[in-house]
């Protein structure tokens, strides 16, 4: 059954039935007739909007980009105060998230995986993302004095995406806790070394 268009544009309509079959079902496997018909709405408002099914795919990716981030900073930031504890209760948000009954795993990557070519705007348009939550890491790290916060925020990048890759694997959001577990002891090592590094700083100033 369709959703209904109660106040809802045509526009919205195809993205929120996009949001909901490429994330449950993924977006090869979606025929176009199938968003239109969840959606109500013809093809030619497709066509106006987005121009073809990939020009809504990348819509959808990029929505789904920015509601995470809007959506997950702003838990964070009513869980925690300090940049070690907003990255820690980021891992906790992820476990609470595995523990959802529609979860389907990680939307970036199930759609970099999807497509033939990194090149693919979609593609893009995930890694962008992914990015950009690399990039907020780095900069609580650095704010918190980490001597190599791009370096640590790789790392901590890989525990959550090898956390969500076992979630979805052996259905069981456990592999959260243990993420955090490592992200936590690689977190304060940092920090140790940060701190260690600027009292010898300081006992022995450059001439």
């Known amino acids: 059954m369709g ?45 106006r909007h987005f121009g073809s099914k990939d020009g809504l795919a990348a819509a959808y990716m990029d929505r789904r980009g920015e509601r995470t981030q809007e959506v997950v900073k702003r838990e964070v930031e009513r869980r925690a105060s300090s940049p070690r504890e907003k990255i820690l209760a980021t891992f906790d948000i992820l476990r609470e998230g595995f523990e959802d009954s ?3 795993g990680c939307a970036f990557l199930n759609a970099t995986v999807e497509m033939a070519s ?11 993302h992914k990015d950009a939550g690399r990039q907020w890491f780095a900069e609580l790290m650095a704010e918190a004095g980490a001597p190599d916060p791009a370096g640590l925020a ?4 890989v525990l959550l995406d090898g956390a969500t890759a076992a979630a979805v694997l052996y259905r069981d959001s456990s592999g959260a806790a243990y993420a ?5 002891t690689l977190i304060d090592a940092a920090l140790a070394a940060g701190a260690q590094s600027s009292s010898s700083s300081g006992a022995n100033p450059a001439v």
């Open 180 to 184: 955090r577990s490592a992200a936590e």
């Open 102 to 104: 529609d979860y389907r």
């Open 118 to 128: 990194p090149d693919h705007e979609v593609a893009k348009i995930a890694r962008h």
């Open 3 to 47: 959703m209904t268009t109660t106040n809802v544009s045509p526009r919205d309509r195809l993205l929120e039935a996009a949001d909901d079959l490429f994330y449950k079902e993924g977006i090869r496997s979606v025929g176009i007739n199938r968003v239109l018909e969840e959606s109500q709405t013809p093809i030619m408002t497709l066509y």
């Open 154 to 157: 790789i790392q901590l990048t």
